[in-house]
């Protein structure tokens, strides 16, 4: 089981997955919105997303998972 974990703060402004898709290492699975940038957050495995930690709109710090891998 792995986890996508975010590396900056910043707010949610898209979720791309949803539960139960399958993704690949490197694709892209959410975006935040930090100081009116948009930064990509890509998984660095791939897998079944089994749980999104996180809604559209939520903000989040560094090092705070946003999705559970199986």
């Not at 986890?3 to 699975?29: F, T």
């Not at 957050?41 to 089994?50: F, L, N, P």
Request: charged letters at 30%.
């Amino acid at each position: 089981m792995g986890k996508v974990i975010s590396n900056m703060a910043g707010n949610v402004w898209k979720i791309l997955v949803q539960v139960g898709d399958n993704i690949e290492e490197g694709q892209d699975v959410i975006i935040l919105e930090s100081m009116k940038m948009e930064i990509y957050i890509a998984s660095d495995r791939k897998g079944g997303v089994k749980e999104i930690r996180v809604q559209e709109g939520d903000f989040v710090n560094e090092g705070e998972v946003l999705l559970d891998l199986e």
